[in-house]
Every structure is written in C-alpha cells, then in structure tokens.
T-cell receptor, first 114, second 107 residues
Framework: ETGVTQSPTHLIKTRGQQVTLRCSSQ?????VSWYQQALGQGPQFIFQ???????GRGNFPPRFSGLQFPNYSSELNVNALELDDSALYLC?????????????FGPGTRLLVL | KNEVEQSPQNLTAQEGEFITINCSYS?????LHWLQQHPGGGIVSLFM???GKKKHGRLIATINIQEKHSSLHITASHPRDSAVYIC?????????FGTGTSLTVIP
C-alpha cells in the first residue's frame, strides 16, 4: 500500500469524449505527477503540480490538463479523446520538488478509447 | 534515443539464479529510481540512489555517477520476483523512465 489511490480503476470512452481521472495523494505530499503508460512502454511524464500550480510539463498537447487541490487530491482531464490516448494513467506523489524524494505511485486508471 | 535505456528488455531465469538488470542514462539527474511493476499496473518504488549502493533483502542496486550507469541485482531469484522492473532518472521536476525489463522467474 502506497497511500495513493486512483479512480476509476478502469474506464471506456469513445473518441471525442472528455474524461476526468482522479488521484488522492498521501497527506502532506504537495507534489503530484501524472504519467501515461502505453502497453509495453515505460511511463511518459505528462505534467507535475506543486502546491496547486503546474510546474513542469512533458510533451503532451493542451487537451491534457490538470488540477491539484488543497486536500492533496488531483485530477487529470483529457478533452477530445483520441484512440492513442488508450493507456494506463498513473499518478505519483511526493514531498517537495527535488527528485531525490521517493515517489509513491497509485495503482493507475486503465483508459480505453474506442 | 531515450534519455534512459534499459537492458535486457526481457529476461527469463530459473529459480535461484542471480539476475542483473542494467540502466544507462544520458541526462543530468539528481537521483536514480528503481521501480517494480506487477501485472495490473501497480508500481512500487524499490530504491532511490544518488551514489554508491543500496541493499534491501535479496535486492541490490548500484550506481556509477561518472559512467551514468546503474544496475539492479536480484540474488536467489524466486517466481514472485516476476514483474517489470523500471529505472527512472529524476530531475527537479520530472522523471525520465526506461521502457522496463520484463522478468520471468521459472520454478
């Protein structure tokens, strides 16, 4: 148990729809990162939030957006879903910004876009 | 070319064998993480290294900062070690992940 939960566990959407994925971090973890992991690939960094502000972003288009809330929960929103968005979406939380702190991963949300 | 490369991609071992997974990185990092991912997706952090060596049970992780190389060793491997092992380089605001090594340990 990492103390990080995600919902839903599985989700099926159709192309063009919008989706919101949720993550609840460990208390006190003010940094949350979101990753996309396609089948057979390593995770790809989407973005990171620190104290409710985005402070880093990978190579993902603006239709991927996020929010972080004061209660250590966060959301990943994806608009205009495409077939290639089908993947496992992982959130990970840690204390502080520096990469030397351990990240705690949630179990992921598996999204299928038809 | 990825910022973090792992080898091998797939590995099958007999129970009891000594296993080594290698990771090389080309970016400046503050720490190197080894992660374990089981079928179904859940990721567990095994080690975080910025220098030297760490040991936890049958797992040993080493890092050579000058050569930008890290290894994960599993001694006396067991079928429950079967998983995907991922190394990730950490910078200030993001992680660069390798594509993972899929390990299968046969009884």
């Amino acid at each position: 148990e990492t103390g990080v939960t995600q919902s839903p566990t599985h989700l099926i959407k159709t192309r063009g729809q919008q989706v919101t994925l949720r993550c609840s971090s460990q208390s006190g973890h003010n940094t949350v990162s979101w990753y996309q992991q396609a089948l057979g690939q390593g995770p790809q960094f989407i973005f990171q939030y620190y104290r409710e502000e985005e402070n880093g972003r990978g190579n993902f288009p603006p239709r991927f957006s996020g929010l972080q809330f004061p209660n250590y929960s966060s959301e990943l929103n994806v608009n205009a879903l495409e077939l290639d968005d089908s993947a496992l979406y992982l959130c990970a939380s840690r204390i502080g910004l520096a990469g030397q702190e351990t990240q705690y991963f949630g179990p992921g949300t598996r999204l299928l876009v038809l | 070319k990825n910022e973090v490369e792992q080898s091998p991609q797939n590995l099958t071992a007999q129970e009891g064998e000594f296993i080594t997974i290698n990771c090389s990185y080309s970016v400046g990092i503050s720490a190197l993480h080894w992660l374990q991912q089981h079928p179904g997706g859940g990721i567990v952090s095994l080690f975080m290294l910025s220098s030297g060596k760490k040991k936890h049970g049958r797992l040993i992780a080493t890092i050579n900062i000058q050569e930008k190389h890290s290894s994960l060793h599993i001694t006396a491997s067991h079928p429950r070690d079967s998983a995907v092992y991922i190394c990730a380089g950490a910078t200030g605001n993001q992680f660069y992940f390798g594509t993972g090594t899929s390990l299968t340990v046969i009884p």
